[in-house]
């Protein structure tokens, strides 16, 4: 699972000295995240995927304890977005966990913009506002616009 592309959270290096500052804070941000879940399982590692500072970056966890039938591996997600975890199945790479954010990131703002039920939609931790839905899909449209392909590129996936 862990691919070579992947960089240990204590090894992070971005494209500059200031990036690589953001992107461990990011790290940090990740571990933080997940950790406030009472059903989080002692972290063993985090990976970064993908990121850009600030933006947004992806984060493979791995738990060092998991229950058989459970996940050792998660995805993720902070930036200047809603952050989320998602299981790796359906999303082997850092591209492709940004593609599925942003399908249940686009879910949740339609939920919120339509007034529908959000029993259906992902749970994501911000106010369901009309601001708050346009605002995520203005991001949502650049994650898929402009740094998905550029993750997709520098996982060797084009």
């Known amino acids: 699972m862990i691919s070579a592309?992947?960089?240990?959270?204590?090894?992070?290096?971005g494209d500059s000295e200031q990036d690589t500052v953001l992107l461990r804070g990011m790290a940090?941000?990740?571990r933080k995240?997940?950790?406030?879940f009472k059903w989080c399982p002692p972290i063993k590692a985090i990976f970064l995927?993908?990121?850009i500072g600030k933006v947004v970056a992806v984060f493979l966890v791995q738990f060092r304890e998991f229950i058989k039938g459970k996940d050792e591996f998660l995805w993720v997600i902070v930036g200047d977005l809603p952050s989320i975890y998602l299981v790796t199945d359906n999303a082997p790479t850092a591209a492709e966990a940004l593609a599925v954010y942003c399908d249940l990131a686009d879910e949740?703002?339609?939920?919120?913009?339509?007034?529908?039920n959000f029993a259906q939609a992902f749970p994501i931790r911000a106010q369901p506002t009309v601001e708050n839905a346009a605002s995520l899909k203005q991001r949502v449209a650049?994650?898929?616009e402009?740094?998905?392909p550029l993750a997709k590129v520098?996982?060797?996936?084009q």
Do not use: P
């Not at 995240?33 to 406030?36: A, G, H, P, Q, V």
């Not at 520098?154 to 996936?157: D, K, L, T």
């Open 49 to 51: 995927g993908y990121g």
């Open 146 to 148: 402009r740094i998905i």
């Open 5 to 13: 592309k992947l960089q240990r959270e204590e090894a992070i290096q």
């Open 142 to 144: 650049y994650l898929k």
């Open 108 to 116: 949740w703002a339609d939920a919120v913009l339509v007034r529908k």
């Open 28 to 30: 940090i941000e990740a």
């Open 33 to 36: 995240f997940l950790l406030s």
């Open 154 to 157: 520098s996982n060797g996936n």
